[in-house]
């Protein structure tokens, strides 16, 4: 039995176990930040030994309760029930040894200490004569092992890339020996086959009795793994369901109602000539001497072009996308823009030429902490407000206001804290920067990365618009079916170099095969 109501209900409970397998429920829970409630009496229950998947849009609420379950917050009213009895938790050391361990949607890293020191921190494993440094780095090499990830725990965080990074913050929970894990957005930056990894680890633990909480955007992905779903909206519970009583339309129609899609290639126009030129460029690899990660590349992207570019993990995307914009060196080749070579120019000259990058990374490389929403999306711009020794703080607003309007962010207005938005609406107002520098090339990396389907689908109509009007746009992507989505052209990349190119009437089995990605059936 399912159940699917409207966005005004709470509290909605679908079929469940006995009793007796749940292990902790959230009643009635409501949180408020000022005048905007993020939770609206709130209720669902977590089994034991099972998966319980939390569905919805960014700025449903799914971010702020897996916060309140874990100690992170406190909720305004309502509880938390523990094995039957009521429970507050001072803190997140306090939910943790009541055995409830958290996965956050980003990275908490210390990027300038050791993998080993990340994953004991706070935790450090005594012995005679002090810290057993040791125990740790074998004790950090075994859950390492169990996740398939070779990585000496001597290592620097820094030195990693994103993807190893999310399979450190996973070891460092999975070490705590949690009985409730939460998992929020843990594949966001694995690979196809870093992901199966997981699934079987996830597998081994809920036979072992543990339970999972798993939030995903990636939606088939998520109902491989879920035993119940559960789906917010706008700080409410409006479905839930067992596993074998869904499939992705009732997710989907659950999370944004009926007739969604993720839209298709803009059409009725012609492309202009080439603006963005990619000729034997090769980019070496950092770490690995006589290495290249992208090798002798050629790709040229029309004026008003949508090129997806996909490929797995390692095969030069994010390494192309970079070198392209002035953030990795180029060791042969050239890459002009409009006819102009790019060569000797900064990050800050190509964008004002007209060419912007939207970086994987939006924590390190797409967002400023300290500063507010507003003064994030004008950052890239800030040149064009300069009046002699003084910026214009009317132009700085009415952008930050059109840009916000844009890219449909989900804030109280420009002088909110960037901290205070969720992950898939921070992904908007790095989005959001970039196109407000106008560029005439944008270039974007994972852009659907931590952001929920309905709000792909308003990035991707809004991406198609802009090609319409000239903007030659490259994605990358490393789900499949978003490349089935507005692009014109898909470039399949294979160990730095082209594997094949299709054009939008192609199938997602050919993709991957091209890819070398494993087909299943």
Same mark, same amino acid.
């Given at each position: ?277 990619? $000729?034997?460029?090769? &980019?070496?690899?950092?770490?690995? %001497?006589?290495?290249?990660? /992208?090798?002798? =590349? !050629?790709?040229?992207? #029309? ?122 609406? $921070?992904?908007?107002? &790095?989005?959001?920067?970039?196109? %407000?520098?106008?560029?005439? /090339?944008?270039? =974007? !990396?994972?852009?659907? #990365? ?72």
């Amino acid at each position: 039995m399912s159940t699917v109501e409207g966005a005004g209900a709470t509290g909605v409970e679908g079929a469940e176990p006995a009793t007796g397998d749940v292990v902790l429920r959230a009643v009635d829970v409501v949180k408020t930040y000022g005048a905007t409630r993020a939770l609206k009496g709130v209720g669902f229950s977590i089994h034991r030994g099972q998966v319980t998947t939390l569905f919805g849009e960014n700025g449903a609420g799914k971010s702020t309760l897996m916060k309140i379950l874990s100690g992170v917050e406190q909720p305004t009213s309502g509880e938390i029930v523990l094995h039957g009895e009521p429970v507050v938790f001072a803190d997140t050391v306090d939910a943790r040894e009541h055995g409830i361990s958290i996965i956050h949607q980003e990275l908490s890293l210390a990027p300038n200490l050791s993998v080993r020191d990340n994953i004991f921190l706070g935790r450090e494993i005594q012995g005679p004569t002090g810290v057993d440094y040791a125990e740790e780095a074998r004790q950090a090499k075994a859950v390492l092992d169990e996740l398939g990830e070779d990585i000496d725990p001597l290592t620097t965080v820094a030195d990693l890339r994103l993807g190893q990074q999310q399979l450190v913050e996973i070891a460092r929970a999975l070490s705590v020996d949690a009985r409730i894990l939460i998992m929020d957005e843990p594949t966001s930056a694995l690979s196809a086959s870093e992901v199966e990894v997981l699934f079987t680890v996830i597998h081994d633990l809920t036979s072992r009795g543990v339970s999972i909480v798993y939030i995903s955007h990636h939606l088939e992905e998520a109902l491989e793994i879920t035993d119940h779903a559960v789906v917010l909206r706008d700080g409410s519970v409006t479905a839930t369901a067992v596993a074998a009583d869904i499939d992705l339309a009732w997710v989907v129609r659950a999370m944004v109602g009926e007739g969604f899609d993720l839209g298709s290639p803009p059409t009725g126009y012609e492309f202009g000539e080439v603006a963005l030129s990619i $000729q034997g460029v090769t &980019v070496p690899d950092r770490e690995i %001497a006589d290495r290249n990660v /992208v090798d002798h =590349l !050629d790709l040229d992207v #029309r004026a008003g072009e949508i090129v997806c570019l996909y490929g797995l993990m390692g095969a030069g995307r994010t390494e192309l996308l970079e070198a392209v914009a002035g953030r990795n060196p180029v060791s042969e080749g050239r890459i002009l823009k409009n006819g102009r070579d790019l060569a000797g120019l900064s990050i800050a000259e190509r964008i004002d030429e007209g060419l912007g990058l939207v970086p994987e990374d939006r924590q390190r490389d797409g967002l400023v902490q300290t500063m507010t929403v507003g003064r994030n999306m004008s950052l890239a711009s800030i040149g064009s407000f300069v009046r002699g020794l003084f910026l214009s703080g009317r132009r700085e607003v009415d952008l930050v206001t059109d840009s916000i309007r844009t890219v449909h962010v989900k804030t109280s207005g420009g002088g909110a804290m960037i901290g205070s938005l969720s992950g898939g609406n $921070q992904q908007k107002v &790095v989005i959001g920067k970039m196109l %407000a520098t106008e560029p005439d /090339v944008i270039l =974007l !990396d994972e852009p659907s #990365r931590g952001i929920d389907i309905g709000a792909k689908a308003e990035v991707f109509r809004l991406l198609a618009e802009r090609a319409r009007n000239g903007l030659a746009v490259v994605y990358t992507t490393s789900e499949v079916g978003e490349c089935l989505s507005i692009a014109h052209r898909i470039v399949v990349l294979s160990r730095g170099r082209i594997a094949a190119e299709f054009g939008a009437d192609t199938t997602k089995e050919a993709i991957m095969a091209a890819s070398g990605e494993a087909v299943i059936s």
